[in-house]
């Protein structure tokens, strides 16, 4: 039989012959003091150990502090290790219920640690990342109007200038079929100049008929197919060729081209219009030079410079008299007409007026770069 608690004890114990009740409260009971152990006192001291421990770890805050404890609240040490060192004082059934209590509250508490620990652990996550947080939120403090690209205002200034010259405006496809582009212009498919252009072809109609235009002079073919002489008309737009991007070539840019055609035109009439546009749109202060070079859909050919006021010169495009067969291939008879056709990148023109040293600066869309034009 189980020890029997003294007389004065107030609650049930269990012994191998039976239940009995005793009367009478007493603080001097001792459970644990010879071979066998009053069980509900067991059990009760369980429970207290294992909300001991729950409250030990609603007060832990850090990962660290949590990790140093856990071996205080379920090791060999802890209050319920003890506990459980003391089972052998038990009977044989009393130490199966005082062990199930035992490993239950044990469970409990080990998964309260990892509870603890993932909140703790969630906690300091998010203080660290509110503490890393950066705010990338363009705040303005009053509304403000946007303006132009510095492109767009290039060739709005540039229109200025060559219809204040007696020039109109002229657009066409960005995507342009092999004729227009180069057959037209004096460039049948075995001719050498197209090494000249490194041409991107569209997967559109039989195989390489198609192009994204390397330049705007397809138009040029487009006005004098649609459009009787005289005519006297500039072509802006974007451009597509294969060139690696450096400081002075993009492989995506934008161009403008001008053509006229008309009786009695000379290469004397291109060098004034070369100048006199020199002039209107960089001021007096820039002067413009021709220097033999060779295209195919010009005869006589140059390429067009200009000095800036440092001295320096900069290549802006090519130009020339409109070669006899261009205007044969477009039902124009050489004998009666005659014309000269120039184009040059516009992108390369705002470097020049304003000084900037990177073609690039042009395409990256950094607002500290573009709020100054």
Known sequence: ??????????SRWRASAGARESEGPCESALVGSGPLLYL??????????????????????????????????????????????????????????????????????????????????????????????LDLTEVLTRPQRGHLHLV???HMHLEDVFVGLGFTVSEGPEVETDWNNFTALN????????????????????PGSTVLRTHTSPVQIRVMQ??????????????????????????????????????????????????????????????????????????????YDIQRPDGSWLELGGCGVVHPNVLRNCGLDPEEWSGFAFGFGTDRLPLARHGIDDLREMFTNDIRFLEQF
Request: hydrophobic content about 40%; some cysteine.
């Open 1 to 10: 039989m189980s020890r029997l608690p003294p007389q004065c004890c107030v």
């Open 40 to 133: 509900p006192l067991m059990i009760d001291e369980i429970k207290q150990a294992e909300h001991a421990a729950v409250a030990r770890l609603a007060a832990v805050d850090d990962v660290d502090d949590l990790a140093s404890i856990e071996n205080d609240l379920v090791g060999k040490r802890s209050e319920l290790g003890t506990l459980k060192s003391r089972l052998g004082g038990l009977d044989e059934e009393g130490r199966r219920a005082a062990g199930q209590a035992l490993n239950e509250a044990t469970r409990r508490v080990t998964a309260a640690i990892e509870e603890r620990r993932a909140e703790v652990a969630a906690r300091a996550r998010a203080e660290r990342i509110a503490a890393e947080r």
């Open 152 to 154: 767009t205002q290039t």
């Open 187 to 206: 460039m049948p498919p075995e001719h050498p100049a197209r090494s000249m252009w490194d041409t991107m072809f569209v997967d559109l109609g039989e």
């Open 226 to 303: 649609t459009q009787p002489p005289p005519i006297y008309t500039i072509m802006p737009g974007r451009v597509f060729r294969r060139d690696t991007a450096d400081a002075t070539h993009m492989p995506v840019f934008h161009q403008i081209e001008g053509l006229v055609i008309d009786r009695g035109i000379t290469f004397g009439d291109l060098s004034g219009t070369i100048e006199e546009f020199t002039r209107a749109y960089f001021g007096r202060d820039f002067n413009a030079r021709l220097r033999p070079s060779y295209f195919p859909f010009t005869e006589p050919s140059a390429e």
